[in-house]
C-alpha cells in the first residue's frame, strides 16, 4: 500500500465505530530498516476517545509506528486492528494526521491547498472549501487564505497542516510532535483544539518526546524506548502506582542536603526549584530536617513524581 493509495479515499468508506472495543489494537508489529530495528514486538491497546500519548525519546520508534497506523508502511510481522477488524483500505479515511515534518506545498495558496487536502480524503470541492474556511476563521487565518503558503510564518504554516488533518471530521486524529518551533501563543490555540475535538468524542493519537506535554494533555499513555512498551496504561494509574516518593523544593542557600545518599536517591534542578526523588526507606521529615538546617525553604511538598522522572526511572532501567 503505497501513500497515494491511502490518500484517495471516498468518504463512503468510514466504518461504524463500535465503543465497546479498543478503536485502534496493535498486536506484536515490528518493523526493521536493513539491520536497525525501528520497532521490536510492539503492542499497545487506543481506547476510543480522549488524548492517548505515545511517547518517547527521538528515535524511540514512534513515528515508524504511526506510519503503520495509517498505512504509509507496512510492518514486517504482527497486525494492526481498527474497531477490531484488519487495518485495511476502508478504514483509512478515518484518519486525520499532522507530521512532525511540514508537508506542505508551498507555491500553492492556502485556500487551494486545503480544498485539495480536503479532496483528497474524499470531500466534494464545496464541502472541503466551507470546512477550511471555519477552521481559518477559528485559527485567525482568513486574511491569509489568499496568500501563498510560503509567505506564511512556521506558526501559521503549522495551523494549515493541522486544518488539512481535520478537515474532513476524522474519526482518529494523529499529531507526530505537533509544538515542534511553535511559540507559546500558537501552542495554546492548538492545544485548546485538541482538547475541544477530544470532548467532542474525537480520538487522539498524540507522539511525543516532551513529558510534561503528554503529562498535561494525555489520559493514557505507552512509553517505548528503541522500539519497544517500556510502561502504558491509564496516566493516573501509573502515577499512583509510583507513590509519592518525590518531593519538590523550592530554597534559596546552599544545596548540600541533596547529596545525601541516605535521603535522596536523585534529583533534577530546573533553577526555581528541585525536584527530589526520596531513596528507599527515607523518611521525607528527617529530609525537610536537613534542608531547614541548611536553606531557607518556601515549599517543601511531598508528592506523586512527574512523568519525567517516571520515563527517566523506566529508561535508565531499561537502557541496563
Keep these: 500500500m503505497n501513500l497515494i493509495e491511502t490518500l484517495v479515499l471516498p468518504s463512503s468508506s468510514l466504518l461504524t465505530q463500535n465503543t465497546s472495543i479498543d478503536l485502534v489494537q496493535l498486536s506484536n508489529i515490528s518493523k526493521n530498516y536493513d539491520e536497525f530495528v525501528a520497532v521490536d514486538h510492539l503492542s499497545l491497546s487506543i481506547p476510543p476517545g480522549g488524548i492517548y ?47 512532525e515534518e511540514r508537508g506542505l506545498y508551498k507555491k500553492m495558496k492556502v485556500s487551494e491547498h486545503l480544498v485539495f487536502l480536503g479532496q483528497l480524503k474524499g470531500m466534494s470541492r464545496s464541502d472541503a472549501d466551507a470546512s477550511s474556511r471555519r477552521w481559518c476563521e477559528r485559527f485567525e487565518l482568513t486574511t491569509w487564505m489568499g496568500k501563498k503558503v510560503e509567505e506564511l510564518s512556521r506558526g501559521m504554516q503549522q495551523k494549515v497542516q ?106 533534577n534542578d530546573y533553577g526555581n526549584y528541585v525536584e527530589v526523588r526520596l531513596a528507599p526507606g527515607a523518611d521525607a521529615q528527617e529530609l525537610l530536617q536537613l534542608a531547614a538546617s541548611k536553606a531557607r525553604l518556601s515549599k517543601f511538598e511531598l508528592m506523586e513524581p512527574s512523568l519525567e522522572e517516571i520515563f527517566l526511572d523506566v529508561v535508565g532501567k531499561s537502557n541496563a
Excluded: W
Excluded at 507496512?74 to 486525520?96: E, K, N, T, W
Design 53 to 99: 500519548g505515545l511517547l518517547g525519546a527521538n528515535g524511540a520508534g514512534k513515528t515508524s509506528t504511526i506510519r503503520m497506523i495509517i498505512g504509509m508502511i507496512v510492518p514486517d510481522s504482527g497486525q494492526i486492528y481498527v474497531f477490531g477488524q484488519p487495518l485495511s483500505r476502508a478504514h483509512l479515511s478515518c484518519f486525520g494526521y499532522l507530521p
Design 162 to 267: 493541522f486544518i488539512g488533518a481535520v478537515l474532513h471530521d476524522p474519526k482518529v486524529i494523529i499529531m507526530d510532535e505537533p509544538f515542534s518551533g511553535l511559540d507559546p501563543a500558537n501552542s495554546v490555540v492548538l492545544k485548546d483544539a485538541f482538547l475541544e475535538l477530544a470532548k467532542n468524542g474525537k480520538t487522539i493519537l498524540f507522539s511525543t518526546h516532551r513529558m510534561d506535554q503528554a503529562e498535561r494533555l494525555c489520559q493514557s499513555i505507552c512509553l517505548i524506548n528503541h522500539g519497544k512498551a517500556v510502561l502504558q496504561g491509564e496516566l493516573g494509574q501509573i502515577k499512583a502506582r509510583y507513590g509519592k516518593l518525590s518531593v519538590q523544593i523550592r530554597y534559596e542557600g546552599e544545596s548540600s542536603f541533596l547529596h545525601q545518599p541516605k535521603l535522596v536517591q536523585s534529583f
